[in-house]
């Protein structure tokens, strides 16, 4: 017996199963809408976003290489204006010569040199050098003091400085150049005891 086609499985076409456009509900299609102007909102937010991250990039990289510049800048001319303030100081060193070689006596070359000492000496203060003082007849210390020589002394104590070779200077808290100086050593046997040599002589 031949079955009838009525009966064979039926499925159902793409097209058929298909949702209609027309069958979807207004409230669907809103909802659909919604969802799309706030995909589009999002996207605009993105781009915009990402667009201030590349400013802000941007203007660090320029900000970075603006410091890099201003300290190099600030290396290159730290000592600007010692050096114009020691201009004046070649200035006055150049006039004493001009003045020595007019001739005299060279008392106006002495006071010129005296003149641009003490214009130095300013300088220096100014810049924050300042002298330290003479350390003879004092403690040998030698966090800021060089010794350039020991000798014995009858008029010194041991480890007294006997002279100043060479002035000390301090640069704000920081020592600059110690003060090279002579100090009194431990007196030797041959010192304190008279040798041969000293003794009296036989009349």
Known sequence: MAEDPKDEPRFQTEAESAPQQEGVSPTAKERIAELEEELRLKSEEAAANRDRHLRAVAEAENFK??????????????????LRDLLHVFDNLELAIEHAGLGGNGKSVVQGVELTLRLFRDVLERHGVKELGDPTGAAFDPSTQEAAEVRTSPEFRPNTVIRQQIKGYRYNDRLLRPARVVVAGEPSPSDTEPGEDEKEPIH
């Open 65 to 82: 290489k603006r410091l890099q510049k201003d300290k190099g800048d600030a290396i290159r001319f730290a000592n600007e204006t010692l």
